[in-house]
């Protein structure tokens, strides 16, 4: 787990935490998120709560509550966002799925399984011999292979977090006994 270099509380340089959100955010973008959704994600994902409201949100990146409404939107239906009321209050925040990385790309996975059926189908359109079909059946073939190595991968994860969680109590065990000691 990476260690905050400030202790919660410590100012920030909002300046370096600004351009940090906006190259995040161009880095979604160029990856195919809409541009506004992308620049929302990252506010949220370098925001300490991982929550925000739509003025704190509008406020911070400099845009409209319009443009706030239809990043949530978008981010809402690819399930990257959750919104939820503030409690006593009639404002809604937005917030971050826990382990949205790994949500995201479970997802994907069900997306490319419709995918490779929707090409295995098109092989039979186009035919199998000809290079259109050729060029299809190798993009089924790609879809297929992920789809076998991503939950494989997904697991490695999930042992490679719970291991690190498991050193990260044993240090602060250890810390605390030498404290004490």
Do not use: C, N
Not at 65 to 90: C, F
Not at 110 to 137: C, F, H, N, Y
């Amino acid at each position: 787990m990476i260690e905050p270099e400030d202790a919660p509380g410590d100012a920030r340089d909002e300046t370096a935490v600004s351009r940090f959100v906006e190259r995040f955010a161009a880095d979604l973008a160029e990856a195919g998120m809409q541009r506004m959704a992308a620049r929302v994600f990252a506010a949220l994902l370098v925001s300490d709560a991982g929550a925000l409201t739509s003025a704190e949100l509008a406020e911070q990146l400099r845009i409209s509550p319009a443009a706030v409404s239809g990043a949530i939107r978008y981010l809402a239906q690819v399930d990257m966002v959750v919104r939820e009321r503030e409690p006593g209050s009639r404002r809604d925040r937005y917030r971050l799925y826990s382990e949205v990385w790994y949500e995201t790309l479970t997802r994907r996975d069900q997306m490319m399984a419709r995918w490779e059926s929707t090409m295995r189908d098109g092989v039979k359109v186009l035919g199998p011999g000809t290079p259109a079909g050729l060029r299809i059946t190798e993009t089924a073939d790609f879809f297929e292979f992920v789809q076998q190595e991503l939950p494989k991968m997904l697991e490695r994860w999930r042992v490679h977090q719970a291991a690190d969680r498991a050193a990260e109590a044993r240090e602060a065990r250890e810390a605390r006994e030498a404290e004490a000691g």
